[in-house]
């Protein structure tokens, strides 16, 4: 009694640790007491040692305790500490015995996503549902299943499901424009996401999916674009006070510190981007601190994290913890590279946590955001005559001759162009299907319709469901291009298998109006030509970008008119586009697309510039 009433106090008191050993003693002299068990394996489990609380909430299960907490908690030590088969093995013996506890379906579905064991989270899910009937979280979560597996049709049937039985779900309408979009079907995606967001707290990841998809239509300007953004950081952003020291040292004379913050620091084309920025900056001139919001970690994560100076991870912290900690860190410039993508930290930005604040790369137009003070792009995407007109809340930084860095970490061999072999042209685009807009299959059909013959090979994991490419060639077809003509591939095993895939091209063709970024680099890295539309919208004029800064201007066309013209002059010269192929790489690779240093050189004096620009400011 005395020991217990010591461990007792001290748990009260919320000193784990130093009940820890009062219990340890109890469960040494009461080795089967199912309560003493519990409460020692709890103790264990807030010191973190979930390897050490399994094994004693396991032992309080075998002794028979009845104790609801006792299951849910030993399926979380199980899965913190790695054990995922208990895990899951806990976690369903815990639903059938408490099947309203909708967090225990929520952590059950978590381990199957993390371990992409989707088929089995399918079946386990569907029968669930047989079991317990069709509440509205198992047929959400089983909807979650089916889209994760690709399973598009099943999954948009379990959506609706939801939104039929209550139209103000506003999650299920937002998986229901997720899968809308991953499929193509992309004005349908921004309708949901426009219902969804009206539901929704301003503070809520489906206001930035909204404005994420609004990039994708060409039925909306780049004013219209701007002013959704800018009325949705009037919203977000509650309060402008700055939340960085004001005793900050303004002292231009040292070294900046320059913070980035990205969920995509791993396998991931904004991981490709950054990190021969990241390798080539001037250590004497500025210190690096990564902080990382990233889920899941890769081997990349790794080498990237290996090239800052200090490294946070900051996944699942509180956005004001983050800030605070940006705070702490004495941050002088800090940059965005994810915008209103997924994982984004303008929570963490809105505070104004350093006394600069920059976006960049992740993203194609500026936030709304008032409290980031510059975008980073270059004359092609931020013409400077827009300047001061458009009402955007962050200005351009602009790194003359284009902003983008590609260095291709795989090996590739650049082949002759197929046609030659084929005796047709191959066009291909590699693009997201949710850039597939009506203005893109019409310009394409057009650009078919100009070489007779011509094919167009399509490749995206989600065109591996005949249900998606059924809708794609309706679509095609309606624009007068027969089937024959449209081939598909999906697999994608590797980088290095998937960059092989342009051994089959000819040339690729842009989509409109979020044009490519990644693969109109990949593309131009193998040889191929791209041929872009440039548009109003910054996302239509990125590719534009690029071929610039290698020096392939003539590419970009300003009317469909000229698109098709493009095409059809590399189409009709294979001598032409032999020459391409064995040329590009090398243009590529002398272009500052490519020197890491050129581009980073830049980036650098804007940002210096700017830092002394504000530190002349500061009445120190």
């Given at each position: 009694?005395?020991?217990?009433?010591?461990?007792?106090?001290?748990?009260?008191s919320?000193?784990?640790?130093?009940?820890?050993?009062?219990?340890?003693?109890?469960?040494?002299?009461?080795?089967?007491?199912?309560?003493?068990?519990?409460?020692?394996?709890?103790?264990?489990?807030?010191?973190?040692?979930?390897?050490?609380?399994?094994?004693?909430?396991?032992?309080?299960?075998?002794a028979?305790?009845?104790?609801?907490?006792l299951?849910?908690?030993?399926g979380?030590?199980?899965?913190?500490?790695?054990?995922?088969?208990?895990?899951?093995?806990?976690?369903?013996?815990?639903?059938?015995?408490?099947?309203?506890?909708?967090?225990?379906?929520?952590?059950?579905?978590?381990?199957?996503?993390?371990?992409?064991?989707?088929e089995?989270?399918?079946?386990?899910?569907?029968?669930?549902v047989?079991?317990?009937?069709?509440?509205p979280?198992?047929?959400f979560?089983?909807?979650?299943?089916?889209?994760a597996?690709?399973?598009?049709?099943?999954?948009?049937?379990?959506?609706?499901?939801?939104?039929n039985?209550?139209?103000?779900?506003?999650?299920?309408?937002?998986?229901?424009?997720?899968?809308?979009?991953?499929t193509?079907?992309v004005?349908?995606?921004?309708?949901?996401?426009?219902?969804?967001?009206?539901?929704?707290?301003?503070?809520?990841?489906?206001?930035n999916?909204?404005?994420?998809?609004?990039?994708?239509s060409?039925?909306?300007?780049?004013?219209?674009?701007?002013?959704?953004?800018?009325s949705?950081?009037n919203?977000?952003?509650d309060?402008?006070?700055?939340?960085?020291d004001?005793?900050?040292d303004?002292?231009p004379g040292?070294?900046?510190?320059?913070?980035?913050?990205?969920?995509d620091?791993?396998y991931?084309?904004?991981?490709?981007?950054i990190?021969?920025?990241?390798?080539?900056?001037?250590?004497?001139?500025?210190?690096?601190i990564?902080?990382?919001?990233?889920?899941?970690?890769?081997?990349?994560?790794?080498?990237i994290?290996?090239l800052?100076?200090?490294?946070?991870?900051?996944?699942?912290?509180?956005?004001?913890?983050?800030?605070?900690?940006?705070?702490?860190?004495?941050i002088?410039?800090l940059?965005?590279l994810n915008?209103?993508?997924?994982?984004?930290?303008?929570?963490?930005?809105?505070?104004?946590?350093?006394?600069?604040?920059?976006?960049?790369?992740?993203?194609?137009?500026?936030t709304?955001?008032?409290?980031?003070?510059?975008?980073?792009?270059?004359?092609?995407?931020a013409?400077?005559?827009?300047?001061?007109?458009?009402?955007?809340?962050?200005?351009?930084?602009?790194?003359?001759?284009?902003?983008?860095?590609y260095?291709?970490?795989f090996?590739?061999?650049v082949?002759?162009?197929?046609a030659?072999?084929?005796?047709?042209?191959?066009?291909?685009?590699?693009?997201?299907?949710?850039?597939?807009?009506?203005k893109?299959?019409?310009l394409?059909?057009?650009?078919?319709?100009?070489i007779?013959?011509?094919?167009?090979?399509?490749?995206?994991?989600?065109?591996?469901?005949?249900?998606v490419?059924?809708?794609?060639l309706?679509?095609?077809?309606?624009?007068?291009?027969?089937?024959?003509?449209?081939?598909?591939?999906?697999?994608?095993?590797?980088?290095?298998?998937?960059?092989?895939?342009?051994?089959?091209?000819?040339?690729a063709l842009?989509?409109?109006?979020?044009?490519?970024?990644?693969?109109?680099?990949?593309?131009l890295?193998?040889?191929?030509p791209?041929?872009?539309?440039?548009?109003?919208q910054?996302?239509?004029?990125?590719?534009a970008?690029i071929?610039?800064?290698?020096?392939?201007?003539?590419?970009?066309a300003?009317?469909?008119?000229?698109?098709?013209?493009?095409?059809?002059?590399?189409?009709?010269?294979?001598?032409?586009?032999?020459?391409?192929?064995?040329?590009?790489?090398?243009?590529?690779?002398?272009?500052?697309?490519?020197?890491?240093?050129?581009?980073?050189?830049?980036?650098?004096?804007v940002?210096?510039?700017?830092?002394h620009?504000?530190?002349?400011?500061i009445?120190?």
């Amino acid at each position: 009694m005395v020991l217990w009433d010591a461990a007792l106090g001290h748990l009260n008191s919320g000193n784990h640790s130093s009940a820890l050993p009062y219990l340890h003693n109890l469960v040494e002299l009461d080795p089967t007491n199912g309560d003493l068990l519990f409460n020692y394996g709890a103790c264990l489990y807030e010191m973190q040692d979930f390897t050490a609380a399994s094994a004693q909430l396991k032992k309080a299960a075998e002794a028979g305790l009845k104790n609801p907490q006792l299951l849910p908690l030993l399926g979380g030590s199980f899965n913190n500490a790695g054990m995922y088969d208990e895990a899951i093995s806990t976690y369903k013996t815990a639903i059938l015995a408490a099947p309203q506890e909708t967090v225990l379906i929520e952590r059950a579905w978590s381990i199957f996503e993390r371990l992409q064991r989707l088929e089995d989270a399918i079946e386990y899910f569907s029968h669930l549902v047989k079991e317990l009937g069709r509440t509205p979280l198992l047929v959400f979560t089983l909807g979650q299943a089916y889209l994760a597996a690709e399973q598009f049709e099943n999954a948009e049937l379990m959506f609706s499901e939801r939104i039929n039985a209550d139209s103000d779900d506003a999650v299920a309408l937002k998986f229901l424009a997720a899968t809308k979009s991953m499929t193509g079907e992309v004005y349908q995606a921004i309708d949901l996401y426009r219902r969804a967001s009206e539901l929704a707290k301003i503070s809520d990841v489906i206001q930035n999916d909204h404005l994420m998809s609004l990039n994708y239509s060409e039925h909306i300007s780049q004013q219209e674009l701007i002013e959704a953004h800018n009325s949705w950081g009037n919203e977000f952003a509650d309060e402008l006070s700055s939340i960085f020291d004001k005793n900050h040292d303004f002292n231009p004379g040292r070294p900046i510190r320059l913070g980035y913050v990205s969920s995509d620091f791993g396998y991931h084309a904004v991981g490709n981007f950054i990190r021969p920025v990241l390798e080539a900056h001037d250590r004497q001139r500025f210190e690096l601190i990564g902080y990382s919001n990233f889920w899941s970690p890769d081997p990349m994560t790794e080498i990237i994290k290996n090239l800052f100076d200090e490294w946070r991870n900051i996944w699942q912290m509180d956005g004001g913890d983050v800030g605070r900690q940006i705070v702490a860190d004495k941050i002088d410039i800090l940059i965005d590279l994810n915008g209103h993508t997924a994982g984004s930290s303008l929570d963490v930005f809105k505070k104004k946590p350093a006394p600069l604040q920059v976006s960049w790369l992740g993203y194609p137009n500026a936030t709304g955001l008032a409290q980031i003070d510059f975008m980073i792009g270059d004359e092609i995407v931020a013409p400077p005559e827009l300047d001061g007109k458009n009402n955007e809340r962050s200005a351009p930084l602009r790194l003359a001759g284009g902003y983008h860095c590609y260095n291709q970490w795989f090996e590739s061999q650049v082949a002759d162009p197929p046609a030659e072999e084929n005796g047709f042209i191959t066009f291909a685009s590699f693009n997201t299907l949710a850039k597939l807009t009506d203005k893109t299959i019409k310009l394409w059909s057009s650009a078919l319709n100009a070489i007779p013959g011509s094919r167009l090979l399509l490749k995206r994991s989600p065109l591996k469901s005949k249900f998606v490419r059924d809708n794609l060639l309706k679509r095609f077809q309606g624009a007068g291009i027969g089937g024959e003509r449209i081939q598909f591939e999906w697999e994608i095993i590797s980088t290095a298998n998937h960059l092989k895939s342009y051994e089959k091209v000819d040339i690729a063709l842009d989509s409109f109006p979020y044009g490519g970024t990644t693969t109109t680099c990949d593309a131009l890295w193998m040889g191929v030509p791209v041929v872009t539309l440039r548009g109003e919208q910054r996302s239509s004029r990125v590719s534009a970008s690029i071929l610039h800064q290698i020096g392939k201007s003539e590419w970009v066309a300003d009317t469909e008119q000229s698109f098709v013209r493009i095409v059809k002059d590399l189409s009709e010269d294979i001598g032409l586009l032999k020459n391409i192929r064995k040329n590009l790489r090398d243009q590529f690779m002398k272009s500052s697309l490519y020197q890491n240093d050129i581009v980073t050189k830049k980036l650098e004096t804007v940002l210096q510039t700017e830092w002394h620009r504000l530190c002349g400011r500061i009445d120190r």
